[in-house]
């Protein structure tokens, strides 16, 4: 079983930066899946980003793809999302979610375990 524990959201003005941290516990932390979502009050979760168990087959949604970086580090059990060039409609609650898989996936269904999220809000 693993838990996780989201950090590093905030304020930050439009086109600025933040990187999120996930702490895992669990020992077989290293084996899970990783993926990041976010979630509006009128938005449903949505995919942003995933990282197999590897490090490898990142993923992201096109709306992120080249301003956000997923990275994991697994010996200090902890995985990343640096977002630049941050925009007012990266405002959300932002989600880590793993998964007992090798491979990640895109859907929210497909994680077994979450974080409680940490709010990202962008003032244009």
């Known amino acids: 079983q693993v838990q996780l524990v989201e950090s590093g959201g905030g304020l930050v003005q439009a086109g600025g930066s933040l990187r999120l941290a996930c702490a895992a516990s669990?020992?077989?932390?290293?084996?899970?899946?990783i993926g990041w979502f976010r979630q509006t009050p009128v938005k449903e979760r949505e995919f942003v980003a995933a990282?197999?168990?590897?490090?490898?087959?990142?993923y992201y949604a096109d709306s992120v793809k080249g301003r956000f970086t997923i990275s994991r580090d697994n010996a200090k059990n902890t995985v990343y999302l640096q977002m630049n060039s941050l925009q007012p409609e990266d405002t959300a609650v932002y989600y880590c979610?793993?998964?007992?898989?090798?491979?990640?996936?895109?859907?929210?269904?497909?994680?077994?375990?979450w974080g409680q999220g940490t709010q990202v809000t962008v003032s244009s």
């Open positions: 990282m197999s168990w590897s490090g490898g087959g990142s």
């Open positions: 669990g020992r077989t932390f290293s084996s899970y899946a």
């Open positions: 979610a793993g998964r007992n898989r090798p491979r990640s996936a895109l859907v929210a269904a497909s994680y077994e375990y």
